[in-house]
């Protein structure tokens, strides 16, 4: 499946910014996506997943109860909706999939869009 990725950009804190995720190839509703993002000099870290059918959510400690993951089946995409968004969560935000089953785990997605960059000013 390929993916691709939009809606970052500069934003001040305590802003709201929505990413989404559009996916071509295969059967969307087939792949848990997942959200991952990358801060200068920083490993890639895991933000938020969505399993297939929508239903199953997780969230990294860092960013529950300010972001909310959804996807549309019908139209093969992925959303990140970041509220309250904070200086440090400044970074490249990925998008991945993975078949079927849920993974917090960066190297169980074989498939990752090209990245969109968030800013958040202070």
């Known amino acids: 499946v390929q993916l691709q990725a939009c809606g970052g950009g500069l934003v001040q804190a305590g802003g709201s910014l929505r990413l989404s995720c559009a996916a071509s190839?295969?059967?969307?509703?087939?792949?848990?996506m997942g959200w991952f993002r990358q801060a200068p000099n920083k490993e890639r870290d895991f933000v938020a997943l969505?399993?297939?059918?929508?239903?199953?959510?997780y969230y990294s400690d860092s960013v529950k109860g300010r972001f909310a993951i959804s996807r549309d089946n019908a139209k093969n995409t992925v959303y990140l909706q970041m509220n309250s968004l904070r200086p440090e969560d400044t970074a490249v935000y990925y998008c991945a999939a993975r078949p079927l089953f849920t993974s917090q785990n960066q190297y169980d997605y074989n498939n990752w869009g090209q990245g969109t960059q968030v800013t958040v000013s202070s």
């Open positions: 190839g295969r059967t969307f509703s087939n792949y848990v």
């Open positions: 969505i399993s297939t059918t929508g239903v199953t959510t």
